[in-house]
């Protein structure tokens, strides 16, 4: 397997273009991670059944998040993506998010070209209200069973707001 922080750039944030690379597909309840240092994904645990991922779940290549791991992506899809696959995502906003009192901010985004329905998400204001609700949830309460009370999403922020955190991030892994 290819160290993904070679191979991939972060995509052009700019113009809302990201490259992501799929961790945890939407419903499972492994928690696989990227190990930067062995360049290959783990297992690093099984999460309760109850808590499966709401959507896909990946990260942004040549990034840094204020935790000192790549910077998360969530992936809205109709389907589950598979573990290992990196694809072309179009920014729609960030899920300002704390973690055991640590920054852990959540790009969110769809895949450049999705033509099963028409590209029509193009904001954050276009997903389903509820499916915004299940990832608040999500996150607000994945750790309950064993720290309760750990994890806070603050709250959604823009496309803006997502450039800006994901030009930090890039800036923290250059250093």
Known sequence: MADFNKILEPGDYEKGE???????????????EWDREHACFMLDRVEPIAFAKP???GFIPQTIDEDGDELDALVITDQPLTTGIWMKARILGVMKFVDDGEVDDKIICVPEDDRNNGDKY?????????????????????????????????????????????????????K
Do not use: M, W
Not at 129 to 142: D, P
Not at 152 to 174: C, H, P, S, T, W
């Open 18 to 32: 990201l490259n992501v690379v799929i961790e945890i597909p939407t419903g499972s309840n492994h928690k696989i």
């Open 55 to 57: 959507c896909n779940y």
């Open 122 to 174: 193009q904001t954050l204001a276009d997903l389903p209200k509820r499916t915004l609700e299940q990832i608040e949830f999500h996150f607000n309460h994945y750790k309950d069973l064993k720290k309760p009370g750990t994890t806070k999403v603050e709250k959604f922020g823009n496309l803006d707001e997502a450039k800006q955190v994901i030009k930090d991030a890039i800036a923290r892994y250059k």
